[in-house]
Nanobody
Framework: QVQLVESGGGLVQAGGSLRLSCVASERTFSNYHMGWFRQAPGKEREFVAAISWGGGRIYYADSVKGRFTISRDNAKNTVYLQMNSLKPEDTAVYSC????????????????WGQGAHVTVSS
């Protein structure tokens, strides 16, 4: 069982930046691929970014490409999401998730989820 805890959410003005962190309880964190997903009010959960266990594969949603950066530090059991040039439409609950599946862009392939961090971007 992998427990994931996100932090770093909050309220920011449009154009600002936030960095989300997700710490895993599992000692074998480096065996898991990690993803970030978000869900805005009244909308379905959507893929944001993902990184493979060693960082060799990285994917982004088109809506965040060039503005968000995913990274991981296996020594700290932590995955990060650096969010720059934030827009009001980025407002959502952001959740990190862990998987051993090869496909990283579909939420159904992830076995473990954090509780989510609220991000609100004001205009």
């Amino acid at each position: 069982q992998v427990q994931l805890v996100e932090s770093g959410g909050g309220l920011v003005q449009a154009g600002g930046s936030l960095r989300l962190s997700c710490v895993a309880s599992e000692r074998t964190f480096s065996n898991y691929h990690m993803g970030w997903f978000r869900q805005a009010p009244g909308k379905e959960r959507e893929f944001v970014a993902a990184i493979s266990w060693g960082g060799g594969r990285i994917y982004y949603a088109d809506s965040v490409k060039g503005r968000f950066t995913i990274s991981r530090d296996n020594a700290k059991n932590t995955v990060y999401l650096q969010m720059n040039s934030l827009k009001p439409e980025d407002t959502a609950v952001y959740s990190c998730a862990a998987t051993r599946d090869y496909e990283l862009r579909f939420s159904g392939r992830y076995a473990y989820w954090g509780q989510g961090a609220h991000v609100t971007v004001s205009s």
